[in-house]
């Protein structure tokens, strides 16, 4: 199986910054896509930004020119670097990896969430 931990999540004033890091580890053989989702309250889980292998990302039209995602391929690592953060920025935020595993193939998994409060 795999485990993803996040942190780096909190409160934070409107215009601030936050960077958030997530953590894979498990029986992984490779990654092919990690990313960042996030649920604001009352609402669907939507894409925030996400890295493929080769570093190809894509990002939210909201937050393009404020986040940035990167990885670290050796140490299974993601983070998002958000700034100039807005109320609206305010959720839940989930990593995602897709990964090939040697015990389950390939499969998706999800982080336990970190919340981000954005409120002055």
């Known amino acids: 199986q795999v485990q993803l931990v996040e942190s780096g999540g909190g409160l934070v004033q409107p215009g601030g910054s936050l960077r958030l890091s997530c953590a894979a580890s498990g029986s992984i053989v490779s990654i092919f896509t990690m990313g960042w989702y996030r649920r604001a309250p009352g609402k669907e889980r939507d894409l925030v930004a996400v890295i493929r292998n080769g570093g190809r990302t894509n990002y939210a039209d909201s937050v393009k020119g404020r986040f940035t995602i990167s990885r670290d391929s050796a140490e299974n690592t993601v983070s998002l670097q958000m700034n100039s953060l807005k109320p609206e920025d305010t959720a839940v935020y989930y990593c995602?990896?897709?990964?090939?595993?040697?015990?389950?193939?390939?499969?998706?998994?999800w982080g336990q969430g970190t919340q981000v409060t954005v409120s002055s």
């Open positions: 995602y990896v897709d990964v090939l595993t040697t015990t389950a193939g390939i499969g998706g998994y």
